[in-house]
């Protein structure tokens, strides 16, 4: 279970209080499972695979997987992140999506039918529950749409600056926080971590692009 504090957190538990919770967890005959790193967590080619996962604690990674063996981080998931079928990108024929284990999290699953499911009791915490499902999909729509814009530029140096610009933005200031590693940033990019340096150093020194540990500031591009 979540803690109080955690439960605060979770986008899909916005505005449900801990003991509507506790006994929302009854009620959906909601499941805790422990993973550790590298471990399959969620599989979305599995036809069985009809729950909504919350990550409880640690972290873990949603992932797509192209017809050629190609990885490619589409989400990274916190302690309150949400993740399921419901709620995946879409994605190409032939390309699979997992979840795997970062580091290692407690993860609670719930069947997606009895989120949707009318309550007998009309509750008001299950309508909360399903309304926050609602926006989450729109919120993931619209990652989607800033990941295409990111993935649909050519060169490095343009996916790069395109994706320092909607963190920019999303701040509202030219210094921001990279919200995961450099390793994690060339997969998210879709490229090469070692030509990926290579651009930050050129960025760097061409006085485009200050940078100090994940804390980056735009200088002009």
Do not use: W
Not at 55 to 61: C, I, P, T
Not at 105 to 115: E, G, M, Q, S
Not at 193 to 220: D, I, N
């Amino acid at each position: 279970m979540l803690t109080r504090e955690e439960l605060e957190k979770s986008p899909l538990f916005q505005g449900i209080s801990y003991e509507s919770y506790c006994a929302m967890l009854h009620c959906f005959q909601a499941v805790q499972k422990s993973f550790r790193p590298d471990e399959l967590i969620y599989d979305f080619t599995m036809p069985t695979n009809n729950a909504v996962g919350i990550v409880e604690r640690g972290s873990a990674s949603l992932i797509r997987i192209d017809e050629e063996g190609v990885s490619t981080v589409m989400e990274e998931l916190g302690a309150g992140g949400v993740f399921g079928r419901t709620l995946a990108f879409a994605t190409s024929n032939g390309d699979s999506l997992e979840v795997i284990c970062r580091t290692p999290c407690d993860v609670l699953f719930i069947d997606y039918p009895h989120i949707l499911k009318r309550c007998e009791r009309a509750c008001t915490h299950h309508s909360l529950l399903v309304q926050n499902m609602l926006r989450l999909m729109s919120d993931k729509a619209q990652a989607l749409s800033e990941r295409v814009d990111v993935l649909s530029r050519r060169s490095i140096r343009e996916k790069l600056l395109c994706y320092f610009r909607q963190l920019a933005d999303k701040a509202g200031a030219e210094t921001f926080t990279l919200p995961f590693s450099l390793s994690t940033l060339a997969d998210y990019i879709a490229t090469d971590r070692s030509a990926m340096m290579r651009e930050l150093k050129r960025l760097r020194e061409e006085g485009v692009l200050r940078s100090e540990g994940r804390q980056f500031t735009l200088c002009g591009s």
